[in-house]
Every structure is written in C-alpha cells, then in structure tokens.
C-alpha cells in the first residue's frame, strides 16, 4: 500500500534548491500556486513519517524549502479541496495528514473521507473545538470540565454594558479562528471595551466571548485520538509573548520546551478529567474527534483549567515534543484514522528538547518577506539539532524570509539546559536583516 502524506511544514537537516518534484506538477493552467504558499502549517516530525517502515512515498502540499528534503512537494494550496482530492486519488493515497487549522473548519477531512480515502485530523464538525471558542465551551459545560467561566455575545451593546455592569476587566476572545490574534487579556474595564470594538470588528468576532481571568503557569498537553482512546504526547511550555521576560505583543510562539515540569499525577488529571471527557462528550454527541487534540492549560492555585483547545499539533510545542519520539509515528497517526489506537503505542526519550523561533523583521503585526537567511546550510549540520523552516522559500537561488515565523531551532540534550544551549549556539550563526527572537527561553 502506498503511504503519502499532505502536509505542510517539515523540518530538513539540509534544505536543498529543489522544492518542487516535476512528477507531481499540474498543467500550468490548472496551477492555483506557481511558486508554494507561504508555510502555514504547523506538522510533526517528518523524519518519523519518512523513516516509517510503512511508508512508501511521502507528498506534502505545498511544501517549502524544508520540506523537499524528506518528500515531494506538491505546489497546491490547502484551500484547494477539490485538487487534494483529485491528487490523493490518483497517487493512491494512504494516508492523508491534515496539519493546519482552516482546511479542517472549512470540511477537508470530510471530503476525503466520504470518498473513503482515510486522514489524520478530525471532521469540521468536531474542528469546532478549536474554530469556535463558543463551541468548545459548550462541550467544556455538558462535561463538566473545569475551566474560565465566560459569556457569549453576539452584540456590541450587550457586550459593553456587561463590561460596565460587571466593573471588572475580562479576557476577551472572538469565538473564530484568528491567527493567534483573537483573545485580549484586558487590565481594566476600558481596555475590555476597547477589545470588544476591536475583535467584534474582526471576521473572527462577529461573536465573542467574556472570560474571567485566570492566573498561573501554563502549560500545553496534546495527544492523539481516535475519537475514544488518548495517547498523550509529552507536555510542554511555550512562550507567547514577543519578547524577553514575557513582554510585547502575543505571538504564535517565540520558542518552547519539552517535556515541561508537570508532576505525573497533574498530568494524568489533565488527560482523565479535562481531555478525556470532552472527547466523551464529542462522541456522545455524534461528532467524534480523531486527531491531534490539544488542550492550553492553566495551573492555577484551585487545580488545573483549560484555556483553550486545538484540534491539531501545534507549534511551536509539537517542534519539541517530536524530536523526543521514539517509535512509529506513522503507525500511530493510521491507527487513529482508523479507530483503533492504543495508548502505549509511542515511546519517548528520557531527554529532554528546546526550540528558538527566529521571527522576520516586523513580526507579529507586518512580517516583512524577502530578507537573505544565511548560515542555515551549515545549522543544519549540527549534531543534536533540528532546524524547522516554517516561512522560508527561495527567490534567485538564495533562501528568504517568507513569513513571520522563519525558522525554528531545536536543540536536543540530557536535560533542558544542554538542550537550550544546544539551540542557541546554532541559533548564533543564523542571521537575516530584522531577525528578532527571544534570548530568556526556558528561563521565564
Ligand atoms: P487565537 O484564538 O487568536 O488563535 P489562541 O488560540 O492562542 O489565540 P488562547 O490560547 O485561548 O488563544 O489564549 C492566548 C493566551 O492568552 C493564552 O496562552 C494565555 O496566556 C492568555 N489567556 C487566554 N485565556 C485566558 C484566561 N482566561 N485567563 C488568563 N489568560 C488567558
């Protein structure tokens, strides 16, 4: 059987000149991309995908300078449903892997599932957990989960004068997909209903919600599932903010560590009693969740609450989890498409995994694209170390900037420390104009 996978980024050791695979590209006119998409995707450890004994060829759309290292790229665009399908039937594809969020909302899975083609990553159905902050707490509700007390509006008015009733000042967040730009920790009533006008402004926030805020560490735990059984992936912290000492705007992620310093009795209690029962509580409801499911975390002083869920690897902590795999991922992620996963399918390393993101110039507002990255080719030589293009591309034969996050460094060693200092030794020979990244990773 013929095993290939449609994702979008991937880590390389080397990025070669050659991005796309001549065998794989449309006619002209049927291109939607002449060159990739911009990296939006975040995506698990392809070098387990591609060392799988059960994998034969490995396809991922559309790729990027990274990704041409361990598969052929395929220079289509996630949004192109209907050209995904007609590639993974005529490839014979075996498994589909759904990295990013929107071609989930917007029903891929779906698609290929009712054309019996299997895929890692849940329905739009049970998306909602992460495109409809609305949704995911209704189904934290009917389970009973613990987390944020909030209230939902859909008008303006309505949600400003809660906020002046109330006289205290809320987490505001657009029930939609944003980017990472939908959720505003306000300081005071004002800046509650400044949030409010800006995100019920946005598309994301045609609905919002008021959330009570929570106080504590956070941490991130994720694990597959088949719509009934967990496998729970190391926990790991990351680290929002822009920049040093947890200041700055919030970002996708400036950088993240694995495994985090969660005592197992905490993290069992988050998988039986936050993640579990709403996986139950989808099931029951004829929308059973098979993917990545991710549940954002707060260790606050009265036990741990989720603060959100995703219904996918995210990065940066999935750039920090994986490297620490041991074992078949590939096996794993088609057990799960297929129902019949096993919670002790993957083993970890005793070790221990840190990543540096190197953001572009003007990130998170107006990443500029465009700019030389030079010292990537002897990075990625280095012993103990992953090197993770999620904005690069190739203009003239060099390799540029091509989003806000450009790439990602991850350091592997027997502890955090040497693992940390792996990263920003190699982090220290990358540069490009306006690079930005933060110094204090595992240290804040
Ligand atoms: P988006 O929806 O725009 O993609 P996101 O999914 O990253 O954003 P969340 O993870 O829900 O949004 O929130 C982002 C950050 O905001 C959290 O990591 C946390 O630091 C903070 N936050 C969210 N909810 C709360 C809360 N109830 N109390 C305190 N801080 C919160």
């Not at 009973?144 to 309505?158: E, K, L, N, Y």
């Not at 822009?242 to 988050?270: K, Q, S, V, W």
């Not at 039986?272 to 139950?280: E, F, I, Q």
Request: aromatic share 6%; with cysteine.
């Amino acid at each position: 059987m013929v095993f290939a996978l449609f994702v979008v980024r991937f880590f390389a050791r080397r990025a070669k000149k050659r991005t796309t695979d001549d065998k794989y590209l449309l006619p002209q006119a049927e291109q939607p991309y002449q060159t990739f998409a911009t990296a939006i995707i975040a995506l698990p450890r392809a070098s387990h995908l591609a060392q799988s004994p059960l994998l034969d060829r490995l396809l991922i759309a559309p790729g990027s300078p990274g990704t041409a290292e361990v598969g052929h790229n395929v220079p289509v665009s996630v949004d192109s449903h209907e050209l995904l399908l007609d590639i993974a039937r005529r490839e014979h594809i075996g498994l589909v892997v759904i990295g990013p969020e929107a071609p989930l909302a917007a029903g891929l899975t779906d698609l290929l599932t009712d054309a019996g083609i299997l895929v890692f990553g849940p329905s739009a159905s049970a998306a909602q957990i992460e495109s409809s902050k609305i949704f995911a707490k209704q189904i934290m509700d009917q389970a009973g989960i613990p987390c944020a007390q909030a209230h939902a509006f859909d008008d303006q008015a309505a949600a400003i004068n809660f906020a002046r009733i109330s006289n205290m000042p809320w987490v505001v967040k657009a029930d939609g997909l944003a980017a990472g730009k939908g959720v505003i920790v306000a300081e005071s009533v004002e800046q509650t209903i400044a949030a409010i006008v800006q995100l019920m402004a946005t598309h994301a926030g045609q609905r919002v919600l008021l959330e009570q805020r929570l106080v504590g560490e956070e941490v991130s735990v994720l694990a597959l599932c088949d719509g009934t059984t967990l496998l729970p992936l190391p926990p790991a912290r990351d680290h929002k903010r822009l920049r040093d000492g947890d200041i700055g705007p919030n970002t996708g992620g400036m950088g993240a560590y694995a495994p985090a310093d969660l005592d197992a009795e905490t993290f069992t209690h988050i998988v039986d009693h936050l993640m579990l029962p709403a996986v139950r509580a989808m099931t029951a409801n004829n929308q059973p969740f098979r993917g990545a499911l991710y549940a954002g975390v707060m260790l606050t002083e009265h036990g741990p609450r989720i603060l959100e869920f995703n219904a996918r690897f995210g990065d940066p902590e999935t750039q920090v989890i994986m490297p620490l795999l041991e074992g078949d991922l590939l096996a794993a992620l088609l057990a799960c498409a297929e129902g019949r996963l096993q919670p002790d399918m993957l083993r970890w390393s005793a070790g221990s995994a840190a990543c540096v993101v190197l953001a572009s110039a003007g990130y998170p507002e107006a990443p500029r694209a465009g700019d030389v990255i030079s010292g990537v080719e002897s990075a990625a030589e280095e012993p103990a170390v992953l090197l993770f293009h999620a904005g690069t591309d190739w203009a003239d034969g060099a390799l540029v900037t091509a989003g806000g996050r450009v790439l990602c460094v991850t350091g592997l060693g027997n502890t955090r420390r040497a693992a940390l200092a792996r990263a920003y030794e190699v982090v220290e020979n990358i540069s490009f104009d306006g690079m930005q990244y933060r110094r204090d990773i595992g240290r804040s």
